[in-house]
DNA sequence: CCTCAGGACAACC
DNA sequence: GGTTGTCCTGAG
């Protein structure tokens, strides 16, 4: 066991802040969590304000504490926010506890295509019913069953209608494609993101089918260390909009909200991304509507 | 019946 | 390079 703390890791918040599809409630709300990673499971248990990592010392040093970014001081970063910024400061203050996780790279690939177009618990259910069809088994002695997240290579070996009946609909075909791509050029995608090298780790990503800006952005930050990659979608269009418009009266492109995007948050090189996370999970928790 | 959901893509201009 | 229509599927 390994014991933290609500402010340093809020699992509700993370559950619930959209970067983690495969992260379940286990005892109703805010006491029990599950988190699936691969092929491994992290049981997380929150007493009042103490938060347990129910693993071993071994395994937490050599996995979990990296996957769950505890290495990385979120307190210096929350106190680089601008003041004056009224909307940020509460997301921030409403996201303690929120980290950016470091997940599985072909885990985000495939759950980020699987997102397009498609709200949360969809996603979930997409998800797991993939993991059923194609993960490794788990059967641990006096525990109920689970599977792991399938590799590129089972998911390929299917053939191009191994995905029917998932409710995939079109991303069947990206996900079949990507998976095959994925055998190929995995190594090196990882090695590029090894090297830090995030913008030709984000071409390779753009290349793959089945993956724009937007899916790619979120592949690097949730996957990749790219702690600055901002990933741009509706959510965020409408608070840049209402938060951060210019009250035009009608919508702006695409390619002007990025502008914007660039203008309001660029100023927090480095970690742009983790406030995308904060201003993010702020809007789509609902507390964003002021109570005046 | 319609619209929209954490988009991507191809076909235009 | 910017804009528009289309793509499964499920929920409201």
Known sequence: MIK?????????IICDSGQIFRMYRVDGP??????????????????????????????????????????????ALEALIDPKDEFLVRACRAGKGLRILNQ?????????????????????KCVGALCERFGQKHTDVGDEIWYGFPTARSIAAAGPDGLKGLSLGYRERY??????????????????????????????????????????????????GDLDSFPVDTHIISIM????????????????VRERVREVFGKYKGFSGLVQQWIFAYEISGQNKRKD
């Open 241 to 256: 909009d209402r938060e951060y418009g210019e009250n035009t009266g009608q919508k702006p492109s695409p390619a002007r």
């Open 30 to 75: 805010g006491s029990v969590f599950l988190i699936y990673s691969g092929d491994r499971r992290l049981r997380v248990e929150r007493k009042g304000d103490d938060v347990y990592f129910c693993c071993s010392a071994e395994e937490y040093e050599g996995y979990w504490k990296h996957y769950l970014d505890m290495d990385r001081d979120y307190a």
């Open 104 to 124: 599985d790279l072909f885990e985000m690939i495939i759950s980020f295509i699987i997102s397009q177009q498609k709200q949360i618990p969809s996603i979930r």
């Open 175 to 224: 996900i079949y494609e990507t998976s095959c791509r994925f055998i190929e050029i995995g190594d090196d995608l990882k090695d590029t993101v090894d090297r830090k090298a995030f913008a030709a780790a984000r071409n390779i990503l753009l290349s793959l089918t089945g993956v724009g800006e937007k899916v790619a952005d979120c592949i690097l930050l949730f996957a990749c």
């Open 4 to 12: 933290t703390d609500l402010s340093l890791f809020n699992p509700d």
